[in-house]
């Protein structure tokens, strides 16, 4: 492996609301990352309700972050390379593994791992899980919907993260349709204060992607959401 650049970055997907698409933009931005020729590892940080897995075909992985958190020395057994070349550190999807996890060795996971970037899945809310992801992270990327109650809570995310000095790298807005109740991109950026680095349309692919997994940047060239989600991989 050799590095492309001498820094590693991680990064912490943030929202405060769920089901926005934290998960979606932590699975293909790793994914387009990885295809502009970075090492990448996205990181399962949602111990509580994990779904990076799904993502890659790893929720049944030997090996979880939860194990890993629970014993570091099983690091270098549970980072799981898809065959696109994105590493994956899963979660476990069973509910008695939450149980001892010790959420503060976080930070010897991520000082062990070689990569370019680290991407962080985060849970929802704004609890220690999202806050421990926030505490690791060089930098956070606020995922957001147009609509109201996703705007207020991202704004809350946005103020947490400014509290404890963390850099905004941007704001990723998802599922976009076009629709005229939609909060306005100007309106979105006055309101949270950083610029929308990228715009993802409510595609069918993403559920395709799901489905097969792979991550949309591989699968189909000619859909939207991919070329957004490369888009925001440059800006990055
Ligand atoms: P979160 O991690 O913030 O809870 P997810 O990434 O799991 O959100 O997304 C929630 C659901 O919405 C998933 O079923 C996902 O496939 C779907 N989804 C996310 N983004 C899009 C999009 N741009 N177009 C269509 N479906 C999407
Ligand atoms: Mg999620």
Sequence with gaps: YISIIDIMRTISVLSGKGGVGKTTVVANLSAALTKLGFDVTAVDLNLTTPNL???FGYHLADISLHDILKNVDKL???IYIHPTGVKVIPGSLSVED????DISNINKVISGLKSDFV???SAAGLGKEALTSLSVCDEALIVTNPEIPSLADSLRAI?????????????????VKGNRNEVSEEEIERM?????????PEDKWIAKSLESKV???????NSRARIEFQNLAYAI
């Design 192 to 200: 949270l204060g950083y610029p929308i680095i990228a715009k993802i």
């Design 98 to 101: 939450v149980v001892g996890v």
């Design 53 to 55: 897995g799904f993502y």
């Design 215 to 221: 991550p949309l940047v591989y699968l189909n060239p």
């Design 76 to 78: 270098k057994d549970g």
């Design 119 to 121: 991407i962080l899945d």
């Design 159 to 175: 103020k947490v993260a400014e509290k404890v000095g963390k850099e905004i790298r941007g704001v990723v807005l998802n599922r």
